[in-house]
């Protein structure tokens, strides 16, 4: 921490290069971004078979709650929505295509992902709640939204750490066999898709 601060001293802010490009900004969008990113990034670990019952069950219980982030998301998306510069302009990144092609022609768009964005908090906080108490996954969500939503620009790499986090709490089956083979096929299945996705990726913007 005085290592921090002292470099923000030194440096005369945290940001280091283009210091215009990537000053704070309010971008109250951002954590409903993460939340879809982590959850399909480690979704072999999350998706189980009762998934989708348990989360309409829980949104017949609890309609005052899914009221509450249907208004903090509307609002989030109408007046924390942000265009970077480099979002538009950048086309060397799979943001660019998607708010190209959606979220910037369909502003309908930006609000359709408000149930998945709902679906993608319910899947992580149910998977840390075998974990970590209520408060934890609370102060943790919160301060990934704090560091979130200073930046302007999306970029996944800003959801790297977060989403290690995330991963970190997430609980292994008990030891047994059919709970270890479980473990292997959640594991191959994630690394697989890790694999097709850097593929994918080197196969569009090398070749």
Known sequence: CVCFVGFVLWNGGVAVGDRESHSAASHLAQPFYFTLFATATLSPLLFHPKLF????????????????????????????????PYLIADNRHYTFYF???????????????IPPYLLSLFTLCSSLS??????????LLLSSSLVLIPAGLVEF??????????LHHIPLPSPSCKSLSLV????????????IVNALTIGVYVW
């Open 99 to 113: 708010w190209k092609n959606f979220m910037a022609r369909f502003a309908w768009f930006r609000y359709a992902l």
């Open 53 to 84: 019952s348990s989360f309409f069950s829980w949104l017949r219980n609890n309609p005052l709650s899914c009221l509450l982030f249907l208004l903090v998301a509307c609002f989030s998306i109408m007046f924390g929505t942000i265009a970077h």
């Open 184 to 195: 292997w096929i959640q594991q191959v299945a994630c690394l697989a898709c890790f694999v």
């Open 130 to 139: 075998h974990l970590l108490s209520p408060l934890r996954i609370t102060l």
């Open 157 to 166: 790499r800003y959801f790297t750490i977060p989403t290690l986090l995330i």
